[in-house]
């Protein structure tokens, strides 16, 4: 196959030979399909049309067209001069400006150069043609410098055909070998990439297996038994007490740094409480809970508590749970799932070696007040007599004279003493109690209900006699993971076990497979686009590798020692900015290649990493930056996994600018040819269409085929139109959604802040047994009520000698720190007594303070001394001191000996054990008082409502604030502190996300602005920005969202994967050559459009193979993924693009101005064209890539087009190769037929 380029100059046949009488500068020879080089001027060159039977080859390579007439190449000038190929010599031998010469059927064609042919002899030197190039300056072959021969496989890197290995030798008058090229470095990071890709990939492999080894073997392997462990707040104000608080009740006790008694005292303190105690062992205290033996004086071997495994049980049809068959229903249950299990004789308590307690269920206790043998054995009468017997006792339980222990258990009667005004029916084996207080629900009989005919029983409870804990996992594992947990009468709704956070961690690892199934729908969507397998796979890798490598830079450069679970996260995010990088260099590369057919390989990729970089630079450093900011979190888990996959993003962004180039060289020179479909039949060629497997093949390439063509009609026609024609519409649709967002996020119903204390933290799905009993049911039983504290007051705990301080690792929940004390502190001066005692009296008379009716001697500890003090008779032998003639306040080294007295004595006579909680002073070894605590109870319930818990922290430490300014200079570092570890999340969770995504924001919009230089385009992509953000928040404000730990990680994230599309769009908008705001959205909609959606699609799709995982990080974060994708790329597609319509900048409006930067020397996003043959120089071409049309040559740019569909069926992803014309007739002008100058025929490469 030959090709002419118009001035009679020829290109070789598809089988190496040349016409013997074409002339002009010829190309040296391509095997069948190989890529010509296009030794033609640019000017001529990017005029050229799509000859009959041209096409593309796979990745954008310009196929060779249809052999030209023989008449037209027998009208061609005479041959020039030329160098012949010897038969075992590498082919691009010849200088640039020599054709090969090769036979053409059965002749032999020579020139007056064929005596410089080279021959592989041994008695030729190489020296010989060097000696003589002052006569034979053509004799000395080098290698041409055709940018498309030089990254041809086939004459680089494969061995001549067999037609060119048996060519007749010619004979040779100055034989010589060409001397080998010396080593030259690099002149640019792209020709690192396109000269030397195998080894830019080498060292990225080794330093990943590198990075990999350290990462794995160096520090311990991440443990997430503990999900819950780095969810504290640290740093805060509260958080420094509460650590402090928690440091300090560690460290008091005997031969501790703090103690309760003085140290001379201790020991014999210590050794009276553990003889009365347990063992401290926790073998011998597991073994004695293990051991449970019970003398059966009822029914029932114990009271039900918190401790024993529980269930709640819920009507399958919706019926009232207080009927004969519900009741049974539990009991049938309790027997065949719970009771029948081989491990519960192991694990329940016993009455004696061969039988197990009873469960406490309805049924049970409605068999044992009614004198029946087992629950399976009431009847309807037995049920109504119940009934009718919990509502006449009731309205005691209700006014709380109905106690827990109105029975008298070794009487077997009414206890006289202690429920007087009780009915002996009410107290029998205290049934009624335990029956409304542990096993209905708080509606059930309630005041409001009491009065129905049959009140309704929504949920009840059931009591396991085993030990909740890991023991119970193989019972649940066994009889509840796979079953429905319901027989057609009940359902089980709730399960406690104690072992949710233990099935966590197996979980954790068993939902990989979600992850996974994501991924591999990626890799197909991927393959599908790119048409390379190679390609695809190496990305995956690229991917895998990012977060390997940040692994090690987490453990070991960061020296970070704990690893989250919401680490594992950042694999999902990471997938789909990863595919989305590599679209968007393809699809460069594509562009690239068909915008400038003749430049070389490393002109190519530099102008492709001059665009895809930047565009993959900017997305990649806000996503990370978004990510970084989390950092200013005060909570450990979110820092970590912040500063994780802000690395892993950055990590990405490398291996893509340098492993993923050197990726697509690789298979641009060694593998684009091994995997494309030849047509047709001929020499050496198997005739395509053979067995069913061919068929199957070209079926697939047409559908992918049309896939394609229908895609860049869309792309390129369709969407732009939709964009233009209803901007307006656009815009007022997008920005009713931004005000909607805005007013749900805002206004009402607005983000709430989390409903479940951290004990209780949701780590499955809301339908989850476990987490439906922690959301739901501890609420609507009054035993968890109480247990809870949502009826006990908070209380009020003065600290005085240690300072306020986190001393430990922020980033490591393990490392509290030391405990460091305040050196001015001085209570034992009398000014801190005097003081100290008013403090007590004026804190009583305020109105959070609750008032008791039995004041505890140890809250405030100063008052009781001194009542001590004043009872001491000072007439008994070696009391004084330490009695009531000396005066109040008391002297210093009076009160310091006194006050260990008292506390000996105190704790002795009233038997109160001191313990490390209990307030009072605090000594060090040598007996001086290093501390002190005060502990009163407010009249503040404790409740989760953020609003109630912030209005008595406020209240009660500005009060504390005030009165410690009027205080002694010893006793001014105190502070206050309770129960407030759930607010402290909640407080840290409000502010730290409203930061974060301020930085967010703000990073975004730097970066915008310094990438696209222009402020109008950035104030529009962070206007698309705020748009996406309200809208997706106020989504999952109605999916039912809690500003939680994890959903705080994900809301911040958003503004680094909202930005992503927008910085896309932004980047290509002012690349656009044209200048009116039109053809600039036109631009960059056909040239991003296609690699903008499918990076959504992908993280789109790697979103929903989340949504079936247990747990509830993969669901939200599915769920997240899935609304950003579709809202950031409605945002950044219509509004963004509408606004640029509407408002966008044209020329210099808005441009920063920056100093003209020196003139380039490598290949830049601007560069020069080469000049045209025949002198003169063409005009300079201002970006790397041009649009579909420009000025006025559309309509001749449509009709180019026309003529290509109807003679050339082969695309590439629905795009045509650029055609050359044949050679004009002999007496015409040789060239191509001219075009108008204003008209640049260029092939848009949409390669999707």
């Known amino acids: 196959m030959a090709m002419s380029n118009g001035n009679g100059d020829f290109m070789v046949q598809s089988n190496g ?13 391509a095997g069948d399909g190989d890529q010509l080089p296009q ?192 969810f504290e707040p640290r740093g805060t104000a509260i958080g420094q007490r509460l650590i402090t608080w928690n440091n300090m009740v560690k460290n008091t006790g005997y031969q501790a740094t703090l103690a309760n008694y003085p140290f001379k005292y201790a020991e014999e303190q210590a050794k009276s409480h553990r003889e009365d105690r347990w063992s401290d062992d926790p073998y011998e205290r597991d073994k004695r809970q293990a051991e449970w033996n019970f003398h059966k004086d009822s029914f029932f071997c114990d009271v039900p508590s918190d401790r024993y495994s529980r269930v709640v049980f819920s009507s399958a049809d919706g019926e009232n749970m207080w009927r004969i068959q519900s009741i049974k229903s539990m009991c049938n249950i309790d027997n065949t799932r719970i009771r029948s299990h081989f491990q519960f004789g192991d694990l329940c308590q016993r009455t004696s070696a061969a039988s197990c307690c009873p469960s406490w269920t309805l049924g049970n206790y409605i068999a044992i007040l009614n004198n029946r043998s087992s629950c399976l054995k009431i009847t309807e009468r037995d049920v109504a007599h119940t009934l009718k017997l919990l509502r006449s006792c009731v309205k005691y339980y209700h006014n709380a004279t109905l106690g827990p222990d109105c029975w008298d258990v070794a ?4 206890d006289q003493l202690k429920c007087t005004s ?183 990729m530099g102008i492709t990493l001059n665009h895809a970089a930047l565009s993959m630079f900017v997305t990649s450093f806000t996503t990370a930056a978004a990510f ?63 067995g069913w497997v061919m068929w199957l093949a070209g079926r697939l390439q047409q559908m992918l085929t049309a896939a394609s063509d229908a895609s860049r009609i869309f792309f390129e026609k369709v969407l732009p139109c939709i964009v233009i024609k209803f901007r307006y519409i656009w815009l007022c649709w997008f920005l009713a959604l931004t005000l909607g967002g805005a007013y749900i996020v805002c206004v009402d119903p607005k983000m709430k802040l989390p409903s479940l204390e951290l004990a209780e933290f949701q780590v499955f799905r809301s339908s989850h047994p476990f987490e439906r009993y922690d959301a739901e049911f501890r609420r609507l039983f009054v035993f968890e009520r109480v247990h809870h504290g949502e009826e006990l007051h908070m209380p009020i705990t003065l600290v005085w000698g240690v300072e306020p301080l986190d001393a ?57 001394f001194r009542q001590w003090m004043e009872n001491q008779d000072c007439e008994e032998p070696g009391s004084y001191p330490c009695c009531s003639q000396s005066p109040f306040p008391y002297r210093q080294e009076v009160f310091e000996l006194c006050i260990k007295r008292a506390i000996m004595e105190l704790e002795r006579s009233t038997g109160y054990h001191l313990d490390s909680k209990t307030p009072g002073p605090r000594f060090d070894a040598n007996d001086t008082i290093r501390a002190m605590v005060l502990e009163f109870q407010s009249t503040y319930l404790f409740t989760l409502a953020y609003e109630k818990m912030s209005r008595f922290y406020r209240e009660v430490d500005a009060w504390v604030v005030r009165e410690l300014e009027g205080a002694p200079a010893g006793l001014r570092g105190g502070w206050f502190v309770s129960g407030l570890e759930f607010f ?182 601007r560069w020069e064209a080469k000049p045209a043959a025949g002198g003169g120089g063409a005009r300079a071409e201002r970006y790397e890539l041009e649009p579909l049309a420009v000025g006025k040559g559309r309509r001749a740019l449509g009709e180019v087009e026309e003529t290509g569909a109807a003679t050339d069926s082969r695309l590439y992803n629905g795009t045509r190769a650029p055609a050359y014309q044949p050679a004009a007739p002999a007496g015409t002008e040789p060239g191509p037929c001219p075009l108008p100058e204003s008209v640049t025929v260029r092939v848009h490469a949409n390669p999707h």
């Open 628 to 690: 970084y900011a989390n950092y200013v979190s005060n909570i450990t888990a979110i820092r970590c996994f912040g500063v994780y996959a802000g690395t892993a993003i950055l990590v990405n962004y490398v291996l893509m600018v340098t492993w993923l180039p050197a990726v697509v060289v690789l298979h641009e020179r060694y593998l684009l040819h091994l995997f494309r479909c030849r047509e047709g039949s001929g020499p050496g060629r198997r005739a395509y269409g053979q």
């Open 984 to 1165: 402290d999340l909640q407080d840290s969770l409000s502010g730290g996300t409203l930061v974060a995504m301020g930085l967010s924001v703000a990073v975004a919009f730097a970066v915008m602005l310094l990438t696209t230089r222009n402020l109008v385009i950035s104030l529009y992509a962070i206007a698309s920005i705020a748009g996406t953000i309200f809208v997706t928040v106020g989504s999952l404000v109605l999916l039912g969202w809690e500003l939680n730990v994890l959903e705080s990680v994900t809301i911040s994230v958003a503004v680094g994967l909202a930005v992503d599309f927008a910085v896309h769009y932004g980047v290509a908008y002012r690349l656009a050559p044209e200048p009116d705001r039109e053809s600039r959205v036109v631009f960059s909609l056909s040239r991003m459009g296609s690699a903008i959606a499918m990076a959504a699609l992908t993280s789109f799709v790697a979103g929903a193979m989340m949504m079936p995982s247990t747990v509830l990080a993969y669901t939200q974060l599915g769920t997240f993924m899935m609304l950003i994708m579709c809202i950031s790329w409605g945002f950044a597609t219509f509004f963004f693009q509408c606004l640029c319509r509407c408002m966008g900048p044209q020329g210099t409006c808005g441009q920063l101005p920056l100093p003209c930067p020196a003139p380039a020397h490598g290949h830049g996003a």
């Open 422 to 604: 009780v009915p002996r029916k009410c107290t029998k084996f205290n049934a009624v109690y335990q029956i409304l207080h542990y096993l209905v629900d708080k509606d059930f009989l309630s005041p409001q209900t009491l009065d129905y005919v049959i009140p309704a029983l929504k949920y009840s409870m059931l009591f396991i006699p085993t030990e909740r804990g890991k023991s119970m996992m193989d019972i649940y594992l066994d009889n509840f993971e796979n079953w429905n947990c319901s027989d057609g009468v009940t359902t089980i709704a709730g399960i406690e076990f104690g072992i949710k956070h233990n099935l966590f961690q197996d979980y954790l690892l068993m939902d990989t497979s979600y992850p996974a199934i994501a991924i591999a729908i990626v890799l197909l969507i991927m393959c599908v686009y790119t048409r390379s397998m190679f390609i695809t796979l190496m990305t995956m890798f690229a991917i895998i590798s990012s977060l390997i490598i940040s692994y090690f830079l987490y453990r070991i450069v960061f020296g970070f020692k704990f690893f989250p679970f919401m680490n594992l996260t950042a694999l999902i995010i990471l997938v789909g900015i990863g595919a989305d990088d590599a679209f968007v260099l393809c699809d460069v590369w594509n562009h690239t290649k068909f915008d400038k057919p003749e430049a070389e390989l490393v002109e190519t």
């Open 411 to 414: 009487t077997r009667r009414k």
């Open 17 to 29: 030979s040349v016409p013997s009488n074409a002339n002009g500068n010829s190309i040296p020879a």
């Open 39 to 230: 030794h033609l001027p640019t000017k001529e060159t990017s005029r050229t049309k799509v000859s009959p039977g041209s096409g593309l080859l796979p990745f954008g390579m310009a196929k060779p067209t249809a052999l030209f007439p023989d008449s037209t190449i027998n009208n061609q000038r005479p041959v020039p001069q030329c160098c012949h190929h010897c038969p075992y010599h590498h082919p691009l031998c010849c200088h640039g400006n020599q054709a090969d010469c090769h036979s053409l059927g059965n002749t032999t064609v020579t020139s007056p150069l064929t005596h410089s042919c080279l021959q592989p002899r041994s008695d030729y030197p190489t020296s010989v043609c060097q000696s003589n190039a002052h006569s034979h300056a053509a004799g000395c072959c080098h290698q041409p410098t055709s940018p498309l021969i030089d990254h041809s496989p086939l004459c680089l890197h494969h061995r001549w055909p067999n037609h060119f290995q048996h060519q007749p030798l010619q004979q040779q008058h100055i034989p010589t070998i060409r001397p080998p090229r010396p080593f030259r470095f690099p002149r640019s990071y792209a020709a690192l990439i396109a000269d030397w890709p195998v080894v830019v990939l080498g060292f990225c492999t080794v330093l990943i297996v590198i990075c990999a080894l350290v990462g794995i073997l160096v520090p311990d392997l991440p443990d997430f038994s503990d999900p819950l462990l780095g």
């Open 808 to 864: 430990g690792d922020p980033l490591d929940p393990h490392n509290k720190g030391p405990l460091q004390l305040d050196p001015s502190f001085d209570v034992a001066s009398p000014s801190s007594q005097l003081w100290l005692l008013r403090f007590c009296q004026r804190l009583r008379n305020q109105t959070f303070y609750r008032q008791m009716e039995e004041q505890d001697f140890t809250s405030c500890f100063v008052e009781t």
